[in-house]
């Protein structure tokens, strides 16, 4: 019977779509969304993030507006929910105003040392030889430098201000995010699949455009979200030491510095930039956990 | 008629892998992996390779594909040396391709199979279009249905699926001869006879011809209509598989086919045809390199390393005791004692 309705001719140069197939990062996002400790860390980021965004629309007041009569008063001060610091300004205000700078000296360094790192690497990793020796031996001789001594030094040759300082960090963050990417690159170049395109004769561009970025960039990636943590710190640090973000505008690690008198007065205004600091740091440290092994998995 | 030239010519092919070391990484040895080999690959023939682990099969292999650079020997394929003008390195590997052992691991986990069998013809300037509607079409010739494989990632088939998929890949780039090191070896034994039917008719459809690297000697006979048996190296035998098996002329490959595991139990062996390991490669013996294993040494064997020469109608040996009027003597009776 089905003879008598004439079969729609398919046209045989037309392929039938093919059957969806999870790829490859939705099958993390699916992992990684059933990891409780990551989704939290990831939320908290977000809700920092967004809170430094809009930190017009949310500061209850000015930051910058000095209330000496009202100088380091307690949590829970009417009008001061958290207290003031040592020139009477908002302490809620400046934090939600700090997570800007600070939120910018811990990523934008990490961001640009993972372009540079990650190239560097990965020219190193492919091409090997020669050209291998000379990019991490380079790399080497900052390595051997303990990042803080290097991010300080660096910061002190140059002087004291924001964009010296982030210079410093992502000087300081190449190195490491090289040494990654090229032991990732060296390890995925020995790959059959890496010589059955050697073998089809495609051009080295053309391999590391299709094969290998591909595979490295994941877990480079993912070991460079695990720096944000650190340059945070570093770049408290530097702010602690006054190489950094100069006063009056509000940074964690600045804000940390010159609150550290009043320590004895207000302990607990004090630890505010502080608790801040490790809040964002702890929580990127965990979501690169997560992402890690969710990235890990093969199923 | 072109017919009558081989379609790819080998000569004294040569690989030494050095070993670095001490502070300065001086060269302190080297790994004589593939040590001068030669041999013709016909149109339309399928040229059985074996030999034990570590005999230089896989370098070969890599070699013929130029994966690695060789430090002495060359090839000539259809009549041109390959790296010349007349046969660019890209030309070359637009017609000979290469199928890897492991399945998994020769495909880009992060591609569709589409992408990773439509990448070849691709960089060979076909256009992406064209280039996926071969790939479905290779699929499907492979018996794998395109609309149910084409988007899916390697993690999702299974070995046997993968090996069509490299299969399919290799000749998306339409080859004339293909390499497969040990393609079927990490199969299991009722797909692996399957991938062979295939590799058979695909062999026939598509004009090709086939270097078949393989250490299992069943499927080497089933499968090759020449064999070239490697020891260390070297071509220690290479002729008609129907005359290697049959009557193998050097004690070597006598030794390799008698350990050949059999369903037939009158023909069980019960003693190893060869004693010890093969020499270490690094520090080869001098003279014959078999010579330390060798039921049938003599005394010149220990001194001057036989070349393959013509002993029948297609059959060449390397073996002093096998080649007339080469002056061997057995001392076979101190051995025996």
């Known amino acids: 019977m089905a003879e008598l309705i004439a079969a729609p001719q398919a046209p045989a140069q037309i392929a039938p779509p093919a059957e969806k197939s999870a790829g490859y990062w939705r099958s993390v996002w699916r992992r990684l969304r059933r990891d409780k400790v990551a989704m939290t860390a990831g939320t908290i980021l977000v809700l920092i993030f967004l809170m430094s965004l809009f930190a017009t629309f949310l500061a209850p007041s000015d930051p910058y507006a000095r209330n000496v009569a009202n100088r380091l008063a307690g949590i829970g001060t009417p009008g001061n929910p958290l207290g003031t610091d040592d020139l009477g300004r908002d302490m809620l205000s400046r934090l939600i105003w700090g997570g800007q700078l600070s939120l910018l000296m811990g990523v934008a360094p990490v961001f640009i040392a993972f372009f540079f790192g990650s190239a560097l690497g990965i020219i190193a990793g492919y091409a090997g030889g020669l050209t291998n020796t000379l990019i991490m031996r380079t790399v080497d001789i900052f390595y051997a430098f303990p990042s803080v001594l290097l991010a300080v030094a660096l910061s002190g040759a140059l002087g004291a201000g924001l964009f010296n300082a982030m210079f410093s960090l992502t000087v300081v963050f190449i190195p490491p995010i090289a040494r990654v990417s090229e032991s990732v690159t060296t390890q995925l170049k020995s790959s059959d699949f890496i010589e059955a395109a050697k073998a089809s004769g495609a051009s080295a561009l053309t391999i590391l455009r299709v094969h290998v970025l591909g595979n490295v960039l994941g877990p480079i990636f993912v070991y460079s979200t695990s720096l944000i943590a650190v340059s945070m710190i570093l770049a408290a640090g530097l702010s602690f030491l006054g190489l950094g973000v100069q006063p009056p505008f509000p940074e964690w690690g600045q804000m940390l510095n010159a609150l550290r008198n009043a320590m004895y007065v207000q302990p607990l205004v004090t630890a505010l930039p502080g608790v801040m600091i490790f809040l964002v740091s702890i929580s990127f440290n965990l979501l690169s956990d997560g992402l890690r092994s969710a990235m890990e998995v093969r199923t | ?337």
């Open chain 2, 1 to 337: 008629m072109s017919d009558a030239t081989p379609l790819m010519t080998v000569k004294g092919l040569t690989k030494h892998f050095p070993i670095k070391g001490g502070m300065l990484g001086r060269t302190v040895s080297r790994v004589h992996a593939v040590d001068g080999i030669s041999f013709d690959v016909l149109r339309d023939e399928t040229l059985g390779v074996v030999g034990e682990s570590g005999c230089g099969k896989s370098t070969t292999a890599r070699l013929l594909m130029h994966l690695i650079a060789p430090d002495a020997g060359e090839i000539i394929f259809d009549g041109r040396r390959v790296g010349s003008r007349d046969m660019t390195m890209a030309s070359y590997r637009s017609q000979v391709q290469m199928v890897f052992q492991d399945s998994y691991s020769s495909l880009n986990p992060r591609l569709t199979i589409q992408d990773s069998v439509a990448f070849g013809p691709q960089v060979h300037g076909v256009r992406r279009r064209d280039a996926l509607q071969r790939t479905h079409d290779l699929l499907d010739r492979v018996g794998l249905d395109p609309a149910r494989f084409a988007a899916r990632y390697p993690h999702e088939l299974s070995g046997g699926q993968l090996q069509r998929v490299n299969i399919a890949r290799a000749l998306a780039v339409r080859p004339r001869l293909i390499i497969l090191d040990e393609a079927v070896s990490a199969l299991d034994k009722s797909v692996e006879a399957q991938v062979l039917n295939l590799l058979a008719d695909l062999k026939k459809e598509f004009g090709l011809a086939y270097v078949f690297i393989s250490h299992d000697l069943n499927v080497v006979r089933y499968i090759s209509d020449r064999v070239l048996v490697m020891y260390l190296g070297r071509v220690a035998e290479l002729g008609r598989a129907e005359d290697v098996y049959a009557a193998p002329q050097h004690p070597y490959s006598a030794a390799l086919l008698s350990s050949m595991p059999t369903g037939d139990p009158d023909r069980r062996v019960e003693k190893a045809a060869l004693q010890g390991d093969p020499p270490n490669p690094i520090d080869l013996p001098g003279g014959c390199r078999f010579h330390t294993r060798c039921p049938l040494v003599g005394t010149m064997c220990r001194g001057t390393e036989p070349e393959l020469a013509r002993i029948a109608r297609d059959h060449d040996v390397a073996c002093h005791a096998r080649i007339p009027g080469s002056g061997h003597r057995p001392e076979s009776k101190e051995r025996a004692a």
